[in-house]
């Protein structure tokens, strides 16, 4: 008999933590519950907005087409002639450019070097002066 009892209060206590079990897992559900009721209730205004966003993009894209065709109008020349004239003309720019270019970074070259000997030459006038040692040392740091 005291077998049975365990056994019967075996099954009570079981019972008792598969209860509160389903009580936890109502909570849960109700909270779920209620997370989704408030997402539900956002979802309103951010659809709306989402649908002026895809309206607006596409009036932007049929704008860019629009513009893209008038840029190729605008571009295109209808004279073959006419279009090879003009990548002749712009060739010729770039390679005057480019001489151009190279003239002055010679130019810049040639100052630069001058430069650098004009300081070699104060460097070693600075040194054949009769002046001691450190005095020497502290104007050429000074530069």
Same mark, same amino acid.
Do not use: D, M, R
């Given at each position: 008999m005291l077998a049975k009892q365990l056994t019967v209060q075996e099954q009570v206590s079981q019972r008792y933590h598969t209860i509160h079990l389903l009580i936890h897992y109502m909570q849960q559900c109700r909270a779920i519950q209620q997370s989704l009721e408030e997402a539900e209730r956002n979802l309103g205004p951010l659809k709306a907005?989402? &649908? *002026?966003?895809?309206?607006?993009?596409? &009036? *932007?894209?049929?704008?860019?087409?629009?513009l893209k065709e008038e840029n190729a109008k605008l571009v295109a020349h209808n004279n073959h002639k006419q279009r090879l004239q003009y990548h002749v003309k712009i060739k010729q720019e770039n390679n005057d450019l480019r001489q151009t270019?190279?003239?002055l970074q010679t130019k810049l070259e040639a100052m630069l070097y001058a430069d650098k000997e004009k300081e070699n030459v104060a460097d070693r006038n600075i040194m054949s002066r009769d002046l001691p040692t450190r005095?020497?040392?502290?104007i050429l740091e000074e530069r």
């Open positions: 907005h989402n &649908e *002026l966003l895809l309206n607006e993009k596409a &009036e *932007l894209a049929a704008l860019n087409t629009s270019n190279h003239q005095n020497k040392k502290k």
